[in-house]
Nanobody, 128 residues
Framework: QVQLVESGGGSVQAGGSLRLSCAVSGNIFSRYCMGWFRQAPGEEREGVATINPDGITAYADSVKGRFTIFRDGTVNSLDFYLRMNELKPEDTGTYYC????????????????????WGQGTQVTVSS
């Protein structure tokens, strides 16, 4: 079991950049799929990016080339991040980091319902 806490949200103008952080604590010695998801008001939660224990990543088409998910990389740390460049107003929403066991594979899946550990969310607002 792990606990996740997001930080780094804020308000930026279109074309700007932000970096979101997800601090992971708890059982950090298991292997997890990690992901970033977002939810706009009145919309369903959607997958943005995922990363598997070996660093292989997957992205939603809407963010490819603009967003990068990456791990802390230090020993005994599962912290991970989302670098967001060339932000657009349609990127506005609450961003959540999430984790699930990697035992069953499929870390490339961008489906929120397969993730069982969630952070509290951080707001990202992009103005035009």
């Amino acid at each position: 079991q792990v606990q996740l806490v997001e930080s780094g949200g804020g308000s930026v103008q279109a074309g700007g950049s932000l970096r979101l952080s997800c601090a992971v604590s708890g059982n950090i010695f298991s292997r997890y799929c990690m992901g970033w998801f977002r939810q706009a008001p009145g919309e369903e939660r959607e997958g943005v990016a995922t990363i598997n224990p070996d660093g292989i990543t997957a992205y939603a088409d809407s963010v490819k080339g603009r967003f990068t998910i990456f791990r802390d990389g230090t020993v005994n740390s599962l912290d991970f991040y989302l670098r967001m460049n060339e932000l657009k107003p349609e990127d506005t929403g609450t961003y959540y980091c999430a984790a699930r066991s990697a035992r069953d594979g499929g870390c490339w899946l961008l489906y929120s319902h397969v993730y069982n550990y969630w952070g509290q969310g951080t707001q990202v607002t992009v103005s035009s």
